[in-house]
């Protein structure tokens, strides 16, 4: 979007199979993947690199010598690039906005969660939690290298003190930071985005409900399916996950309607949320601002979301959505009988409201906008 409107811009990532093609690869770093297999030698290597990458800061510097920046913008660097990139870029005096996708500037493991259910063990900043409870994986390896990288992190200010500021999707998120340590004065509330007009809405309701997202047990997929077989109603669930197969398991026990498209992208998505009567979003992990929420109201849907993290920001109650209890089976399956039953016309009604709740608020015009005030206030020339 900034190339559309002039500006010159370049990209710093890691080399990964499913890239797409792009000028700037040789400015890549190698791939670190837990999933992988690694040697001894290559797994103390990895581990130095989420620390503390001396190949990620010594990419950035070459691609800033080949292109003067005025302003960087960091997503999910984490693991991957390390904060060493932060550092470069804060020595050479450009302004450095980071946008908080997940909780891993306060949490470890990004979300806050365990086998033991939502978890805020480590705000004090002891990170021996992560450890003891195995939250990352549920690796004690891989948990004990995430809090080393915390610890090490944290003590020496590596994100805070090279971070002008930290661009928090939802305000639960902003505010969930600064519980955790964060300034306010260094969190910027700026909602995310959707390209509105490349959605078709389509408002007239179909019969069934549809999940559309990763397939795992903390997104509350399995409550939504033991919701919709208690309310009698159709669902249909777009995605792939570690917890699949688990989740059919659940689904043919609960011998409710259930189809299962696998992974879905395009029109053939567009398609099947389209012709749904409301998406579900029955998170039971702190959500920031999903985008399933979104993108449905731009095809004309309302939302029936758990009301956790973020995602009560999203929906107006009765208006675009319904709001449940998370993990709450029960008062789901009100919801889904109640929107089931509700009069095609009201849910017309609700999906235009829908389309014209996100368009008037996240579209990516207004995302512009708000993110280059973001960069004038830091001094850049817009």
Not at 310 to 327: A, Y
Request: charge should be neutral; aromatic fraction near 10%.
């Amino acid at each position: 979007m900034f190339a559309d409107i002039g500006w010159r811009t370049a990209s710093m990532a890691m080399h990964h199979p499913k890239n797409y093609p792009s000028k700037w690869d040789k400015y890549f770093v190698r791939e670190i993947e837990f999933g992988n297999s690694y040697g001894v030698f290559q797994k103390a290597l990895m581990a130095g690199k989420v620390i503390y990458s001396l190949e990620a800061k010594n990419k950035v510097s070459k691609l800033l010598d080949d292109f003067s920046a005025d302003v960087a913008h960091a997503h999910c660097i984490y693991h991957h690039l390390s904060p060493s990139v932060l550092v470069e870029l804060k020595r050479r005096n450009i302004p450095v906005v980071m946008t908080a996708h997940d909780l891993k500037l306060a949490c470890p493991s990004y979300k806050m969660v365990n086998h033991l259910g939502i978890c805020e063990r480590c705000k004090n900043g002891n990170f021996l939690h992560a450890i003891k409870h195995r939250c990352v994986r549920g690796s004690l390896a891989v948990s004990a290298l995430v809090a080393l990288e915390s610890t090490v992190h944290r003590k020496f200010g590596l994100y805070k003190d090279n971070l002008d500021m930290v661009v928090a999707p939802s305000i639960f998120m902003k505010n969930k930071l600064i519980e955790w340590g964060w300034s306010g004065d260094q969190i910027r509330h700026i909602p995310n985005y959707v390209h509105v007009d490349s959605y078709e809405p389509r408002f007239q309701p179909g019969s069934y409900f549809v999940y559309f997202g990763r397939l795992q047990l903390d997104k509350g997929v399995a409550t939504v399916i033991r919701a919709a077989s208690k309310a009698n109603v159709p669902l249909q669930i777009v995605g792939t996950g570690p917890d699949e197969e688990a989740l059919k398991t659940i689904a043919e026990e609960s011998k409710g309607s259930v189809i299962f498209h696998g992974y879905q992208q395009g029109e053939s998505l567009r398609t099947l949320v389209g012709n749904s009567r409301a998406v579900v979003l029955a998170s039971e992990i702190y959500e920031n601002a999903p985008m399933s929420v979104l993108e449905g109201y731009a095809m004309g849907k309302p939302a029936i979301g758990a009301r956790i993290g973020g995602i009560p920001e999203l929906i107006k109650d009765t208006e675009t959505g319904l709001l449940f209890e998370s993990g709450d089976v029960d008062e789901l399956a009100d919801c889904l009988a109640y929107f089931s039953a509700l009069n095609n016309r009201r849910v017309e009604e609700m999906g235009r409201q829908c389309r014209d709740f996100v368009t008037a608020n996240f579209c990516s015009d207004i995302y512009m906008s708000r993110m280059l005030g973001l960069y004038s206030d830091l001094g850049v020339r817009v």
